[in-house]
């Protein structure tokens, strides 16, 4: 059965630091390229982050490029989110998400929520 589970959320002041973790079953993890997305409440759903299967590439939105930095440990399976100098507007709730474009095939976990507020 395929799982994501993403976990960190927390709330934190302004100009504070979390990191998201993403544990991952069920799939052959490191054939996967993983990514962060968030969506904030009335929001669409933004793409922040991406790395590649093996971990050799990674990209980022405009919007957190600098201050987020998107990691991976193919041997257990996790994928995490280190996230500097939180703002008020990171509150939102934040997904990992597996793809395999070759295939066609992704999967998302649950989310966990980040709320930054002094």
């Known amino acids: 059965q395929v799982q994501l589970v993403e976990s960190g959320g927390d709330l934190v002041q302004p100009g504070g630091s979390l990191r998201l973790s993403c544990a991952a079953s069920g799939f052959t993890f490191s054939r996967y390229a993983m990514s962060w997305y968030r969506q904030a409440p009335g929001k669409e759903r933004e793409w922040l982050a991406r790395?590649?299967?093996?971990?050799?590439?990674?990209n980022y939105a405009d919007s957190v490029k600098g201050r987020f930095t998107i990691s991976r440990d193919n041997a257990k399976h996790m994928v995490y989110l280190q996230m500097n100098s939180l703002k008020p507007e990171d509150t939102a709730v934040y997904y990992c998400?597996?793809?395999?474009?070759?295939?066609?095939?992704?999967?998302w976990g649950p989310g966990t929520q980040v709320t930054v507020s002094s």
């Open positions: 998400k597996a793809d395999r474009t070759q295939v066609g095939v992704s999967y």
């Open positions: 790395i590649t299967h093996v971990g050799g590439s990674t």
